[in-house]
Each structure stands twice: as structure tokens, then as C-alpha cells.
């Protein structure tokens, strides 16, 4: 069963930057595309970035684009993203997991980390 550990999140003005991490447990990390979601108060869970398991392909949200950049290290079983110029909007939980397709961001855990906070100040 793979365990995800989510960190990084924070309290950042509107316009600056932070990067958040996830490390995977389980041998299967790196033969996995992976995805970055986040929840707003209210909302429902959205998927905002994907990677392939080689980090060649990737996939970001309209909502995201241009200013989000995900990456992973295999060698860590470690994802990130890279959050520039963020926005009130972007605060939510954000949380990582296995995605089945890369396109769809169709979560392949049920179990979920406990996420980590992006707070962004207007």
C-alpha cells in the first residue's frame, strides 16, 4: 500500500512563490504518473498537475498554467510543485497521489495523505 507524505505548504502573499513536496512509499512510485490536487473550503478536489513516470510528459490545469511547474525525483520517490505567482485562489489543501491517466487525473489511492496548507494574503 503506497503512503503519501505531503509538505512545503505555508502562508505567502499574493504574487510569491512556494514549492511543495510529496514523498511516496512503495515500490511502484517510480512506474507511476503522478498528480497534484488541491480542496478549497467548500469545493471540490481538483486536479491541477500531472507527471508521467519518467517526468517526460506532463499535464497542468487552466487554472494553473503558465505558473506551476511539476517535477519528480525517482531516485527519492519525491514529487513537487513549484508554485509562482500565486493567488488568493490558490489557497487550499494540496495534496498528491497516483493518477491512472495522466489527462484525467483519475486518483489511483483511496488512501490520501494528510495534505499540506497554501495559504495566499491578498
Do not use: H
Not at 502562508?11 to 512563490?17: D, N, P
Not at 478549497?40 to 481538483?46: F, I, T, V, Y
Not at 498537475?49 to 519518467?54: C, L
Request: aromatic letters at 10%.
Amino acid at each position: 500500500q503506497v503512503q503519501l507524505v505531503e509538505s512545503g505548504g505555508g502562508l505567502v502573499q499574493a504574487g510569491g512563490s512556494l514549492r511543495v513536496s510529496c514523498v511516496a512509499s512503495g515500490r511502484t512510485f517510480g512506474s507511476s504518473a503522478m498528480g497534484w490536487f488541491r480542496q478549497a473550503p467548500g469545493k471540490e478536489r481538483e486536479y491541477v498537475a500531472g507527471i508521467n513516470w519518467s517526468g517526460s510528459v506532463k499535464y497542468y490545469g487552466d487554472s494553473v498554467k503558465g505558473r506551476f511547474a511539476m517535477s519528480r525525483d525517482n531516485a527519492k520517490n519525491t514529487v513537487y510543485l513549484q508554485m509562482n505567482s500565486l493567488k488568493p485562489e490558490d489557497t487550499a489543501v494540496y495534496y498528491c497521489n497516483r493518477v491512472g491517466s495522466l489527462f484525467v487525473g483519475n486518483p489511483l489511492d483511496a488512501n490520501w495523505g494528510q495534505g499540506t496548507q497554501v495559504t495566499v494574503s491578498s
